[in-house]
């Protein structure tokens, strides 16, 4: 006689509101057991008549382990649209085959009616770790009529760790892994850890959403720990050993047209004015800090496809706490830079 470690998959195909859709093992009296769920979907539907054809589908999976001469009863809640009166949130695995060749996303979501935030760890598209990012509770993009619980304008594009080499060219991640500590419904935390810059520096990205009933908040915990030398310039020529520790729109994804930039801090608004974009160059160097906590608006957004419906979405980041320990001295002020990318703004 001995515990048996029963595999367990549920799962869904075809529609099924499968952006949000999360799924919780509980007891018998509706309590969460706290027995993880793997999630992971794919909704890119393909007949195309090759070998990445796919249809929807979601996937559940768990162990759950029955003690000797037992049984165990347990209840399948399924997640999907909102938990109790506001959005649930989740998130999954994203597969992307039936979206031409491509592989593995990560995908957070509040609701069910479309994706919030991509993430791509491991950079497969060669873009940016933070792709998509949609608004919720707006109009959807729709050609023909406005409609509600849909897909949104996407303004996505953005990077955690972003180091280039004397010769301009971008250190990607390597030996990332992922670490799901809750994926639904109330709070998402998940971690993302490797390296960079040829090992050199260990990065940690704890990102977190939130269920809420207004607007998309992700929160991020981001640590570098830099265990070998890499070289950077304060004002590089180009992107020659250029680094950014944070970059609301990244260098080759940044999909989000807007008109100005304001910058303040918890006192209120320090300064408001009109960005230059484009040029895969600075306008701006070494802002910074002004209080306690410190934030950024790109807003005064704009469409990027006139004849269609759909809300664009304003952007924004806030600097809640940062610590730097830089030649072994602390640094408690941020610094901040405003550099124009190839795509967008």
């Not at 160097?285 to 990027?304: D, E, M, P, R």
């Amino acid at each position: 006689d001995f515990a048996y470690p029963a595999r367990l998959c549920f799962s869904k195909l075809g529609v099924c509101g499968i952006t949000g859709i999360s799924a919780i093992l509980c007891d018998t009296d509706n309590e969460p057991l706290g027995i993880p769920v793997q999630l992971s979907k794919d909704w890119h539907n393909s007949s195309s008549g090759t070998r990445f054809d796919v249809q929807s589908w979601f996937r559940g999976m768990s162990i759950v382990t029955v003690p000797a001469n037992s049984s165990v009863e347990l209840v399948y809640t399924s997640v999907n649209g909102f938990w109790g009166q506001a959005p649930a949130a989740s998130h999954a695995q994203l597969c992307l085959v039936g979206w031409g060749g491509n592989q593995l996303w990560d995908q957070a979501s509040l609701g069910s009616w479309g994706e919030s935030i991509t993430y791509d760890p491991d950079i497969n598209l060669g873009r940016s770790m933070v792709d998509d990012v949609r608004p919720m509770m707006v109009w959807n993009m729709n050609k023909d009529t406005p409609e509600k619980w849909w897909w949104t304008n996407n303004v996505g594009g953005c990077d955690f760790l972003t180091v280039f080499d004397s010769n301009g060219s971008k250190f990607y991640n390597s030996n990332m892994k992922s670490m799901y500590s809750a994926y639904c419904p109330n709070i998402t935390d998940v971690t993302y850890a490797g390296t960079a810059a040829n090992d050199n520096i260990k990065l940690s990205c704890r990102t977190r959403l939130l269920r809420t009933d207004d607007y998309i908040r992700a929160v991020y915990d981001l640590r570098y720990d830099v265990v070998g030398a890499v070289t950077v310039d304060a004002n590089p020529s180009g992107n020659n050993n250029r680094i950014a520790f944070f970059q609301l729109g990244s260098d080759g994804y940044n999909n989000h047209n807007f008109e100005m930039m304001a910058r303040g801090d918890e006192n209120g608004l320090v300064e408001e004015w009109a960005p230059v974009k484009g040029g895969l160059s600075y306008s701006r160097t070494s802002i910074a800090g002004t209080g306690s906590v410190n934030w950024f608006s790109l807003h005064q957004a704009n469409s990027k496809d006139t004849s269609a419906y759909g809300a664009w979405a304003n952007r924004g980041l806030v600097v809640r706490e940062y610590e730097g320990r830089l030649g072994g001295v602390v640094q408690s002020t941020p610094y901040f830079s405003v550099y124009g990318t190839n795509n967008g703004g």
